[in-house]
């Protein structure tokens, strides 16, 4: 079973609902329009039931089959929130709001699902539940924990739970996977360096925070290369140092933020660790005094390995056997659909999306001919997880 047909057919209006959706970006948890839209096109659709205001600015749609013997339901998800990042190309359907655009395809992942929810409701050819999930605020604010949080998996009776994301310059048509963890955990850290303030001329009268900031940032790049294993994976890398406003003053504070990544617990707690230690002991070697604030983000997104093989099964129906990676390497960006896949069996697959810009670069676009294929995958799972006469 190839591209379905049906969906293949009205590609091009799915499109069209992307387009409108690119050109309306929208951030976090502040959906209303695209969470509007969404609900409007399920009740179009004759979906039986639509739930708005899940995780506070979610949305879930479910679709019965024409089986009346399975009370059973599998979710899907696809994310609804854009980046505030400022669109460069010259789209027909560029966002129309500065400093807001759809640059990780989540305006894509939206309008396959409803593709897939008008399939769905139109044919029914299965028994029990659809379970569409439109969630808020995958970038940095947790909303599928907040839908998890809001009771959606026992509302309605979710029992396995699946999702996607497309993935830059991974070939058109392609889909890939691998049990366990395929996406990091994220961990953000704040570090503050107190030294001793001074004339740049006199640096032996002061404690200079740049210098003990400097050597913070080489030796925290020891803690993959010198305490992970070789076999596991971990980043740890500085994005932002702050310190001084003058040419002739050494500060008498430094700040340095950062991110972590980790595919397992044990992992990330080794490095946080790490980082405690070495930021410390640094700075006491100079005569300086710091410390380390941690926020913790989202958990690693850990495939279940029964649902893994599913997923691709299904997805081998849709592109052929040969076009399906079923160990890729993980990624170490992170993703929350990490908080429904902690409550419910299930996997997550990434969706080639042809030759293109990065996710999160500006110049980044959804490319519409991946269409057919993720409509296609949600619509064959539901089908073929929930047959008939089961």
């Not at 996406?183 to 001793?196: C, N, P, Q, V, Y």
């Not at 958990?299 to 599913?310: I, K, S």
């Amino acid at each position: 079973m190839p591209v379905i047909d049906r969906i293949a057919g009205f590609a091009d209006e799915i499109a069209a609902w992307r387009h409108d959706l690119h050109a309306h970006p929208e951030l976090q948890y502040d959906v209303h329009r695209t969470a509007g839209f969404v609900a409007d096109k399920l009740r179009e659709f004759g979906c039986d039931e639509v739930a708005t205001g899940i995780g506070r600015t979610g949305v879930v749609g479910v679709i019965r089959g024409r089986g009346h013997a399975s009370n059973r339901a599998i979710g899907l998800r696809a994310d609804m929130d854009a980046l505030p990042i400022q669109e460069t190309r010259d789209l027909p359907y560029r966002s129309t709001v500065p400093g807001k655009m759809h640059a990780c395809g989540h305006d894509g992942h939206t309008a396959m699902l409803l593709g897939a929810a008008k399939y769905l409701a139109e044919t029914r050819d299965f028994d029990g539940r659809a379970v569409l999930i439109f969630q808020p605020a995958e970038e940095g604010g947790g909303g599928g924990e907040a839908m998890v949080k809001d009771g959606m998996m026992e509302r309605f009776g979710v029992e396995a739970v699946y999702g996607l994301h497309n993935i830059p310059d991974q070939p058109l048509g392609t889909f890939a996977i691998r049990p366990g963890p395929i996406m990091a955990s994220t961990d953000r850290f704040t570090i503050l360096i107190e030294g001793k303030g001074g004339h740049a001329a006199l640096p032996h009268a002061a404690v200079d925070s740049v210098l003990v900031a400097s050597h913070v940032v080489v030796a925290l790049q020891s803690i993959v290369s010198r305490n992970v294993k070789a076999l596991d994976s971990a980043v740890v890398s500085v994005c932002a140092v702050e310190a001084g406003h003058a040419f002739n003053v050494l500060p008498q504070r430094a700040e340095l933020r950062g991110t972590v990544r980790a595919l397992t617990p044990k992992v990330r707690d080794l490095v946080l660790r790490r980082i405690e230690a070495i930021v410390t002991g640094v700075a006491g070697a100079f005569g300086a005094v710091a410390t380390v604030d941690f926020a913790s983000g989202y958990p690693a997104t850990e495939n279940h390995p029964a649902e893994t093989d599913f997923m691709a099964d299904i997805a081998e129906q849709v592109v052929g056997a040969g076009h399906v990676e079923r160990d890729v390497a993980p990624m170490m960006a992170a993703e929350d659909f990490s908080y429904m896949l902690a409550h419910r069996p299930g996997a997550y697959i990434f969706m080639g999306n042809g030759p293109s810009a990065g996710l999160h670069h500006p110049d980044y676009d959804f490319n519409d001919a991946a269409i057919p294929y993720g409509a296609s995958l949600w619509a064959r799972i539901i089908e073929t997880g929930l047959p008939k006469g089961a």
